[in-house]
């Protein structure tokens, strides 16, 4: 659809919806979950290797055969991280997916979910499967490729490690609201934790408050451990309408609503104290999930965390706590497992690792397998809602939100 230039998506008049905040008629649901062990670095596998693998555990997981009864495939993929071009001409093979409908979506997971939802909601199909990957390791010029998106005039010819950009934003954002580096420090701890219950995590271990202040000083006050590690691993969600989804054996998780948005590309013109762009993708998911007080609804979160006050950051501009309590929430243990809000309990990127584009997705994956119940050791008390948020990194400003939900 396009919209004239004066309107945006926020203009188009809400679609009648059913009680539980789904639209009539129209429910997406999330059906199959397969993903692969995260590893910092994993030679034994190719990229393609890692996507049969999350493939099949989905098929498994959904109780389908990806050639008879998926109707279409989306990539969530960059070029530059593959090291190639036209990306989605190489996966098909791997999805089971040759000579079928394919395309990829140059960005996060949540972005290519978007996709799937939108494709099954206009009827051209019942059943999508989205995939993302990371193979990390394979890439000799990570710090190269993330600086090539800086604007080529003013920012880029500065030179220096792009992530100088997450240490002068972290300073802006705590200044102005007011958490310290010392909850930052709180996350990491608590993520790093809480991955030694995820046997996909590839940076689980038994972090402290005290360690992480101590570790080496990155860009003040960004420190050493405050950032999440790469790694290499594959997620790949089957996606079905209500009327496929009834058929299916597992229990599926409702999309009730998703949104996203990206922010000005210019670091000069951009917010540095929240994330406008999650704000502004949260507005249009909740609008489609009738979510009026986002801070009393949800059993749980799924944030981006690939900077430790990022977790902090998200869970404000979702709406979850006001500016400036997330540390507070972080400081008490709301954010834990045990918390009023358990926040990544899954261990985030920062106890499982950076998967790149796949974070959305992981995100996702996570939050479905709480809402089912299959979250094994790490699993709430029969949670019924969840808020799942992504971010694709530096130096973007691009954000998604899913709000998910079992039942009717």
């Given at each position: 659809?396009?919209?004239?230039?004066?309107?945006?998506?926020?203009?188009?008049?809400?679609?009648?919806?059913?009680?539980?905040?789904?639209?009539?008629?129209?429910?997406?649901?999330?059906?199959?979950?397969?993903i692969?062990?995260?590893?910092?670095?994993?030679?034994?596998?190719?990229?393609?290797e890692?996507?049969y693998?999350?493939?099949?555990?989905?098929?498994?997981?959904?109780?389908?055969?990806?050639?008879?009864?998926?109707?279409?495939?989306?990539?969530?993929?960059?070029?530059?991280?593959?090291?190639?071009?036209?990306?989605?001409?190489?996966?098909?093979?791997?999805?089971?997916?040759?000579?079928?409908?394919?395309?990829?979506v140059?960005?996060?997971?949540?972005?290519?979910?978007?996709?799937?939802?939108m494709?099954?909601q206009?009827?051209?199909?019942?059943?999508?499967?989205?995939?993302?990957h990371?193979k990390?390791?394979?890439?000799?010029?990570?710090?190269?490729?993330?600086?090539?998106?800086?604007?080529?005039?003013?920012n880029?010819?500065l030179g220096?490690?792009?992530?100088?950009?997450?240490?002068?934003e972290?300073?802006?954002?705590?200044?102005?609201?007011?958490?310290?580096?010392?909850?930052?420090?709180?996350?990491?701890?608590?993520n790093?934790?809480?991955?030694?219950?995820?046997?996909?995590?590839?940076?689980?271990?038994?972090?402290?408050?005290?360690?992480?202040?101590?570790?080496?000083a990155?860009?003040?006050?960004?420190?050493?451990?405050?950032?999440?590690?790469?790694?290499?691993?594959?997620v790949?969600?089957?996606?079905?309408?209500?009327?496929?989804?009834?058929?299916?054996?597992?229990?599926p998780?409702?999309?009730?609503?998703?949104?996203?948005?990206?922010?000005?590309?210019?670091?000069?013109?951009?917010?540095w104290?929240?994330?406008?762009?999650?704000?502004?993708?949260?507005?249009?998911?909740?609008?489609?999930a009738?979510?009026?007080?986002?801070?009393?609804?949800?059993?749980?979160a799924?944030?981006?965390?690939?900077?430790?006050y990022?977790?902090?950051?998200?869970?404000?501009?979702?709406?979850?706590?006001?500016?400036?309590?997330?540390?507070?929430?972080?400081?008490?243990?709301?954010?834990?497992?045990?918390?009023?809000?358990?926040?990544?309990?899954?261990?985030?990127?920062?106890?499982?690792?950076?998967?790149?584009e796949?974070?959305?997705?992981?995100?996702?994956?996570?939050?479905?397998?709480?809402?089912?119940?299959?979250?094994?050791?790490?699993?709430?008390?029969?949670?019924?809602?969840?808020?799942?948020?992504?971010?694709r990194?530096?130096?973007?400003?691009?954000?998604?939100?899913?709000?998910?939900?079992?039942?009717?």
């Amino acid at each position: 659809m396009i919209l004239p230039k004066h309107l945006s998506p926020f203009d188009l008049p809400a679609r009648r919806s059913a009680p539980d905040g789904g639209c009539v008629g129209l429910k997406v649901g999330i059906i199959g979950v397969g993903i692969t062990p995260f590893r910092t670095t994993s030679p034994e596998f190719s990229w393609k290797e890692l996507t049969y693998d999350a493939a099949q555990r989905a098929y498994a997981d959904a109780g389908i055969d990806p050639r008879k009864d998926v109707d279409t495939f989306v990539t969530c993929a960059e070029d530059y991280y593959e090291g190639f071009g036209i990306f989605d001409e190489f996966t098909p093979d791997q999805l089971g997916a040759v000579l079928r409908p394919m395309h990829t979506v140059g960005g996060d997971g949540i972005a290519g979910l978007a996709n799937a939802f939108m494709i099954i909601q206009s009827g051209i199909a019942e059943i999508a499967v989205v995939e993302s990957h990371s193979k990390a390791s394979d890439i000799l010029t990570y710090q190269g490729i993330v600086a090539h998106g800086l604007d080529p005039i003013w920012n880029k010819p500065l030179g220096g490690h792009p992530n100088y950009i997450a240490g002068l934003e972290m300073d802006a954002y705590l200044r102005a609201s007011g958490n310290t580096a010392a909850d930052c420090a709180a996350v990491v701890a608590k993520n790093r934790r809480a991955a030694l219950l995820n046997p996909i995590a590839a940076h689980a271990a038994r972090v402290t408050q005290e360690q992480v202040e101590s570790s080496p000083a990155l860009w003040s006050p960004l420190r050493d451990l405050d950032v999440a590690p790469l790694a290499d691993g594959c997620v790949v969600l089957v996606v079905a309408s209500e009327k496929a989804a009834r058929k299916m054996e597992s229990t599926p998780v409702w999309i009730r609503g998703i949104g996203w948005a990206t922010e000005t590309p210019s670091l000069e013109t951009r917010d540095w104290t929240t994330s406008q762009a999650t704000r502004l993708a949260a507005t249009m998911a909740y609008r489609l999930a009738k979510v009026r007080n986002a801070a009393q609804v949800f059993d749980l979160a799924e944030v981006d965390d690939r900077f430790s006050y990022k977790e902090l950051q998200h869970v404000e501009a979702l709406g979850l706590a006001r500016k400036g309590q997330a540390g507070r929430m972080a400081r008490r243990g709301d954010l834990g497992a045990s918390g009023k809000l358990p926040t990544n309990v899954s261990g985030g990127s920062i106890g499982c690792g950076n998967v790149l584009e796949a974070c959305g997705l992981h995100r996702v994956s996570e939050a479905v397998l709480q809402l089912r119940g299959d979250a094994g050791s790490r699993q709430l008390d029969r949670p019924r809602t969840a808020v799942v948020q992504s971010w694709r990194g530096l130096p973007s400003a691009s954000c998604g939100v899913a709000v998910l939900g079992v039942g009717r």
